[in-house]
């Protein structure tokens, strides 16, 4: 780990719980929905409009990496079908993305951003929407990477690729940390970075892959591979 430079973490479910932020999110965007436009809500239960994104994106592969181009154009689609103009598609969409961003930390993400911060420069690199820098993590943040951004979804290596070309960073200059086997650590391995896996739920390496050389339980763990007091 000598030749680390950035520490680049993955968003969801790796500094914050992905679930209970989206179905906030999703509550907030139903109740905005169920006020201006109740025609939608009479019609579509929040399972139902959730189906439709999903068969959209199965039908619009191009739409997959960009969750917030996703919405919006499912958005417009309920606007067609109810025959209505397309004004208020962006309030709806902000309603979600707003309460999308209002996140609840894992109780040692900012201990441990803290201690790594006078040491290497961080980053965040994140197949979902949310914006580090809208949360109240921002100031511990040099650079932030999305799939929307690179035009493709981890573990496609093209947001590393993005990273190191926004950083000037070399890939083995780069450590990533990840909860998502798939996503976050062959990802990392595909662009020939290092990487930590965070198996926060101790659940055990699930590929049929080799194992990752260093695990950690929590960010704690990052300290001690890291070697920071």
């Known amino acids: 780990m000598n030749n680390i ?4 973490f993955d968003l969801d479910d790796t500094l914050w ?3 209970p932020t989206i179905h906030y999110a999703e509550d907030i965007y ?3 929905l169920k006020q201006f436009k109740p025609a939608i809500t009479d019609k579509y239960s929040p399972t139902a409009l959730r189906e439709k994104r999903r068969l959209l994106r199965d039908r619009t592969p191009t739409l997959g990496h960009d969750m917030s181009k996703l919405r919006i154009h499912s958005l417009y689609e309920l606007a067609d079908e109810f025959n209505d103009d397309k004004d208020w598609v962006m309030g709806a969409f902000e309603a979600f993305y707003q309460a999308r961003q209002q996140v609840s930390f894992f109780e040692d993400v900012e201990p441990v951003l803290k201690k790594i911060k006078p040491h290497y420069q961080i980053a965040a690199a994140t197949n979902g929407n949310a914006d580090i820098y809208s949360t109240k993590l921002a100031g511990y943040f040099d650079v932030s990477v999305s799939a929307a951004e690179a035009g493709h979804s981890k573990p496609d290596p093209a947001m590393f690729t993005l990273l190191q070309q926004k ?3 070399d890939a083995d200059e780069i450590l990533h940390v990840g909860d998502h086997p798939h996503d976050d650590i062959e990802g990392a391995r595909r662009a020939g970075v290092p990487h930590i896996w ?6 055990g390496w699930p590929l049929d892959k080799p ?9 704690y763990d990052l ?3 890291l070697d920071i007091d």
């Open 198 to 203: 965070l198996d926060r739920q101790i659940t």
């Open 5 to 8: 430079k950035l520490i680049c």
């Open 211 to 219: 194992e990752p050389a260093n695990t950690a339980r929590s960010l």
């Open 223 to 225: 300290l001690q591979i």
């Open 167 to 169: 950083t000037g960073f």
């Open 17 to 19: 719980p992905c679930m």
């Open 30 to 32: 139903y109740q905005w």
